[in-house]
């Protein structure tokens, strides 16, 4: 730690003040008394591990903001953080894939916290036809994927509405890990010109359960319903931040197109 860290107590403070608790509130739901409560926020008290993990558990915070509480608290980090790729993380890579190729021909992709796509199955390029290649190299990121300019902005009907719920969602991932990459991503992303596109009576109806993302395509338009699939009980930084987005089929015509371009594509399940 610098002299810049923030201080165990600035970190609890400023959790406690985005989940909207006074002192009172967090130290009942947290069964530690709001006297010493305010004393580790003033830092006139150093709390142990079990008190940073009681006080980590009603403030909702993610495995990677427990564990800079507790390094912050001069602790080692309680939950382990290894790269999907590390070889001690085979059999989440492996679940990974099953579940990938599981949801075949709906395209499906893996990401972590950032947006960034880990994995994804062979259908996911009925989706990225005709994207500039610059954004198929090196870390790619969805959303950026979807909204720049040579991306899939212009395939995008709908791109008012599925534009403005992709942007909610993802302030809502800001303020509950308060990461500020995802902030330069959503100013990023705000930032990128919105096409103009007219309105027309061909844009098909879906049930109102979900908005869904209309897209243009060599196989006619295309209706999909996003699905979020996440590992709820995960002990893993890695894990704990991954996400399976999942593109399922609004109707039967975008269900037929992905069986036609599953069936003309054989070059293996996954792609990284």
């Known amino acids: 730690m610098d002299a810049h860290s923030p201080s165990i107590g600035d970190l609890l403070r400023m959790w406690r003040k985005r989940r909207r608790?006074?002192?009172?509130?967090?130290?009942?739901?947290?069964?530690?008394?709001?006297?010493?409560?305010s004393f580790i926020e003033s830092g006139r008290s150093r709390p142990s591990r079990?008190?940073?993990?009681?006080?980590?558990?009603?403030?909702?915070?993610?495995?990677?903001?427990?564990n800079a509480m507790l390094v912050a608290s001069g602790l080692a980090p309680e939950f382990s953080k290894r790269p999907l790729t590390s070889p001690d993380m085979k059999h989440i890579q492996e679940m990974v894939d099953q579940i990938l190729c599981a949801h075949q021909p709906h395209p499906a992709l893996a990401l972590d916290r950032g947006w960034n796509i880990l994995a994804r199955n062979r259908t996911v390029g009925v989706l990225t036809e005709g994207v500039d290649p610059s954004l198929l190299e090196g870390e790619v990121?969805?959303?950026?994927?979807?909204?720049?300019?040579?991306?899939?902005?212009?395939?995008i009907v709908n791109f008012h509405d599925w534009r403005d719920q992709v942007l909610c969602r993802l302030s809502h991932d800001i303020d509950i890990t308060g990461d500020k990459r995802l902030t330069e991503l959503f100013e990023e992303l705000k930032s990128y010109?919105?096409?103009?596109?007219?309105?027309?009576?061909?844009?098909?109806?879906?049930?109102?359960?979900a908005i869904p993302l209309i897209l243009n395509s060599r196989y006619g338009q295309l209706t999909f319903i996003s699905a979020t699939t996440v590992f709820g009980t995960?002990?893993?930084?890695?894990?704990?931040?991954?996400?399976?987005e999942t593109f399922l089929p609004a109707d039967?015509?975008?269900?037929?197109?992905?069986?036609?371009?599953?069936?003309?594509?054989?070059?293996?399940?996954?792609?990284?």
């Open 21 to 37: 608790l006074s002192q009172l509130e967090l130290s009942l739901d947290a069964g530690v008394s709001q006297r010493h409560l």
């Open 50 to 66: 079990e008190t940073i993990l009681r006080l980590a558990e009603p403030l909702k915070m993610p495995l990677r903001e427990r």
């Open 141 to 155: 990121n969805a959303l950026r994927l979807t909204f720049h300019p040579v991306g899939l902005a212009s395939r």
């Open 193 to 209: 010109p919105v096409p103009f596109r007219r309105t027309t009576s061909s844009t098909p109806e879906v049930p109102a359960i």
């Open 234 to 244: 995960a002990v893993d930084v890695t894990v704990s931040d991954l996400a399976i």
């Open 252 to 272: 039967e015509q975008t269900r037929s197109a992905l069986l036609r371009y599953a069936s003309s594509t054989s070059d293996g399940q996954m792609r990284r």
